[in-house]
Structures are given as C-alpha cells and as structure tokens.
C-alpha cells in the first residue's frame, strides 16, 4: 500500500529561494516542477528499488534527481543505495502499511 501524503508545494518566494530560482520562475513553471514531483512520486510509491534513469524518466526532466530532494524536503523518506561496481544508484520511498 502506498504512503498517503498531500502533495501541496508552496509556490511562493520560500520555496523559489529554496530553488534557487527567486524571480527567475513562472507560476506555469512551478506547476510543471509540481506534476514532476507527483509523477517522482507516483513512481517511487511501489516501495520498490528504481534507478536513477527511471528516476529522471518519470519527471520528464533533465534534472529528475532534484524531485526526490524536493520530495525530501516535505517530510518524505526515501532511501539511497549505490549499485555494486558501479558510480549508479537506486532510490526508493519507504512505505508506511
């Protein structure tokens, strides 16, 4: 069973700061980084293991990997692991049942 959590992102200056982007974003643009988090989400909600790849595919973003740290920093857990051998990594959310 997927985690329940309201995705409600603040668009205003805190979170454009937090962005590094104060002034420089649209409404339309903070809407389009806003459906990148749900599709991150959405995605990272089966609690299983995914690759940075499929990470950035689900975005639909150059910079997918900015999603989980935005989706961090709303209170949700997500685990890291490095593949064996490899400069790559996994991620997945933990999953409250």
Not at 3 to 8: H, K, M, R, T, V
Not at 33 to 51: F, M, Q
Request: hydrophobic share 35%; aromatic share 6%.
């Amino acid at each position: 069973m997927a985690a329940q959590l309201s995705l409600n992102f603040s668009n205003g200056p805190r979170r454009q700061m937090r962005l590094g982007s104060y002034g420089t974003l649209s409404k339309a643009d903070l809407k389009d980084l806003d459906a990148a988090n749900r599709r991150v989400y959405a995605l990272l909600s089966d609690g299983r293991w995914h690759t940075d790849a499929e990470v950035i595919a689900a975005s639909r973003q150059r910079e997918g990997l900015r999603r989980l740290r935005e989706l961090r920093q709303i209170g949700i857990d997500i685990d890291t692991r490095r593949l064996p051998g490899r400069r790559a990594y996994e991620y997945r959310m933990s999953v409250v049942t």
